[in-house]
């Protein structure tokens, strides 16, 4: 699709050309008066507007205004990419943009660049457009483009065809997604990485954005601490031995946990929350990796993992406490039954400290018979270590979230999972 269709409207029926008539002519009445007019000259204005805006509809103008979508970022991104128009988008090289002290949160960050026009701090390409007034759209020839701020402060870059009316909206994220749309693999994730990506060009910290590198860095230290498992094998023997055929769930939930990092209101201690069902698990491994493992495979693994301490489960009285987490709960429970059975947890950062700390737990467990992630069982874990620990690894139940007894919360495990700890059921 070329990148006209996109600022083309649809054609109205007459029904809607009298609605849109009587809508247009009523803002532009309203603008004459704010600008002054009265009297005799104020009917002649009105007049005169009428007859503008008759000849506009009968030449298919028909002004519209609409914010960015998806679908129009996707549009000119093909569009600047096919005309090799990318390289106008060079941002600036700026050694260190000054953010207000009060700026913590990516929220505040995301409303400051909204409220403050940074087009052409960002990308020169824009300054034609620090003064004000229209010019040719940087888009495309056959539009015009100015820079407006609305009546709740945000800037936004407007691109208008002349022939349609239509204009369309953007803000400095949106044209941070369009510029390296190409670099943005999840879409789903275009707006933060659009975020992260103006914080980096303004080469800006703030106390967020620093949680979310250190979480980064956290989970890339664990990643690359298991790329060498030769070193592994050689100096944590134990552990080894139990999670070599588990480790490729352990390094998901790295890559999973990497590409959520929830806001730093939401952490426990501190490390990020990371929330997925085992069968979410399942069906990525299959379908991305075409690794074919039931749910509960899965779930013994994370028990295996949490074991060792190599993550850690949310304990039901945190889980509760945190609104955000409880009601997600709530919700995950009441509208997809299929994914009741969702980890709450946590990944710290790993070190020779607590690779030897979970050694010690590997080579106490294998001496007491267990070997394997599917011999983890809150009897196992009592008999071997004490209830404590038990609770640490099996304890995560949401009974008090869901208000249903722990009887008929295992009756139904039981029916439904077999050997599944229930405590996971939400």
């Not at 990318?86 to 929220?107: C, D, E, N, R």
């Not at 407007?158 to 943005?184: A, Q, R, Y």
């Not at 990944?347 to 106490?364: N, R």
Request: with cysteine; net charge positive.
């Amino acid at each position: 699709m070329n990148i006209e269709t996109i600022f083309t409207t649809r054609p109205l029926t007459e029904k809607k050309k009298k609605q849109y008539m009587y809508k247009e002519l009523d803002k532009r009445t309203k603008d004459l008066k704010e600008k002054g007019y009265s009297g005799i000259e104020y009917k002649n204005m009105v007049y005169k507007a009428k007859k503008n805006l008759e000849k506009e509809i009968r030449n298919g103008i028909i002004r519209k205004y609409v914010k960015a979508t998806t679908f129009h970022k996707e549009v000119i991104n093909h569009h600047l990419i096919t005309n090799n128009l990318l390289i106008h988008f060079q941002p600036s090289k700026i050694v260190a943009y000054q953010l207000p002290q009060t700026i913590s949160s990516h929220y505040d960050f995301t409303v400051y660049i909204s409220k403050n026009n940074l087009f052409s701090t960002i990308f020169p390409l824009f300054k034609r457009f620090d003064d004000g007034g229209r010019q040719s759209c940087i888009f495309t020839e056959n539009n015009i483009g100015w820079i407006s701020q609305d009546k709740k402060g945000y800037f936004r870059y407007c691109s208008k065809n002349e022939k349609t009316g239509k204009v369309i909206g953007f803000s400095l994220l949106d044209i941070v997604e369009i510029v390296f749309g190409k670099d943005f693999e999840d879409r789903n994730k275009a707006y933060q990485n659009a975020r992260r990506r103006i914080a980096e060009m303004l080469n800006v910290r703030y106390e967020e954005f620093d949680f979310e590198l250190q979480q980064e860095y956290k989970y890339i230290n664990n990643l690359q601490m298991f790329n060498d498992i030769d070193w592994i094998k050689k100096n944590f023997p134990n552990l080894y031995r139990l999670i070599r055929s588990q480790l490729y769930i352990l390094k998901w939930l790295h890559t999973f946990g990497m590409t959520n990092i929830l806001e730093k209101r939401h952490a426990i201690g501190s490390d990020s929350v990371i929330f997925v069902s085992c069968r979410q698990i399942a069906n990525d491994l299959k379908q991305k990796h075409n690794i074919s493992k039931s749910h509960t495979t899965i779930s013994s693994a994370i028990n295996l993992f949490a074991t060792l301490n190599l993550l850690h489960k949310i304990p039901s009285d945190q889980l509760k406490s945190k609104e955000f987490f409880y009601n997600l709960a709530l919700d995950i429970r009441k509208f997809n039954i299929e994914y009741n059975f969702i980890n709450f947890m946590t990944i710290p950062l790993y070190d020779i400290s607590l690779f030897s700390s979970a050694e010690k737990i590997a080579k106490c467990l294998i001496e007491n018979g267990i070997t394997t992630a599917k011999q983890i069982s809150r009897k196992s874990i009592i008999e071997t270590f004490d209830k404590e620990k038990a609770n640490k690894v099996f304890g995560v139940k949401t009974v008090d979230i869901l208000k249903v007894s722990a009887d008929e919360l295992e009756a139904f495990a039981k029916e439904t999972l077999g050997d599944i700890p229930y405590e996971l059921l939400l």
